[in-house]
């Protein structure tokens, strides 16, 4: 049974610093790892998709990892912002119905 | 284009009562989902659907039901509430098959407590 970890559960970095959010997962035979940011009382925003058959993914001061045989993908966010506060979620799909399988999160504080 | 909505955002409902949390979505996605998030743990799949008028059993499918009568509509309903479904309620949309890899978009949440 495929299994998502999120370490550490907190994070404060001062503002400006490049910092790296680690998910696990337990099975290799993934088909997808999504990230997501939520804000507190808000929804979920996908920031980045990863495809099985892709290593990483860009978006602005954002990047995805994903490597599949040591069971890792990581989100490194570059110069820190305050705005940047939030928790990030990743989450792994398995099979062709798309289901989702979720990390607990990683909350992040930005300290200006 | 407003995305994935929820109606309500909020409710209070009393032990036994009824509900129907309502999810639009306006991308003409074939996949929808209800999840509901719970402090300290990670978003749980209740049930989803892969295209009008078919629905599936997620993770933690008991004491829900769920109808998708309309590609666009998604329907969660509560026969008897009870204190252990109160919880953050989100509902989410993606396209079918590899187009677009299947990201998963998500509406605010209906924040739900039960007395």
């Known amino acids: 049974k495929q299994e998502v970890t999120q370490i550490p559960a907190a994070l404060s970095v001062p503002e400006g610093e490049n910092l790296v959010l680690n998910c696990s997962f337990t099975?290799?035979?993934?088909?997808?790892l999504q990230w997501f940011r939520q804000d507190p009382g808000k929804g979920l925003t996908s920031l980045l998709l990863i495809q099985s058959s892709q290593r990483e993914q860009t978006s602005g001061r954002l990047n995805a990892s994903l490597d599949k045989s040591s069971g890792r993908s990581t989100l490194y966010i570059a110069a820190s912002q305050p705005g940047d506060s939030a928790t990030y979620l990743c989450?792994?799909?398995?099979?062709?119905?798309?289901?989702?399988?979720w990390g607990a999160g990683t909350k992040l504080i930005i300290k200006p | 284009n407003a995305g994935v909505t929820q109606t309500p955002k909020f409710r209070v409902l009393k032990t036994g009562q009824s509900m129907t949390l309502l999810c639009a979505q306006d991308m003409n996605h074939e996949y929808m989902y209800w999840y509901r998030q719970d402090p300290g743990m990670g978003l749980r799949l209740i049930h989803y659907s892969v295209g009008e008028g078919t629905t599936a059993k997620g993770e933690v499918p008991d004491g829900y039901n769920v109808s998708r009568l309309k590609k666009q509509n998604f329907l969660l309903g509560l026969e008897s509430a009870a204190p252990s479904q109160t919880s953050v309620y989100f509902c989410?949309?993606?396209?079918?098959?590899?187009?677009?890899?299947?990201?998963?978009?998500f509406g605010p949440g209906t924040r739900l407590t039960v007395l």
């Open positions: 099975d290799s035979a993934i088909y997808n």
């Open positions: 989410a949309s993606s396209t079918a098959g590899t187009s677009g890899g299947n990201e998963q978009f």
């Open positions: 989450a792994g799909s398995m099979d062709s119905n798309y289901q989702l399988i």
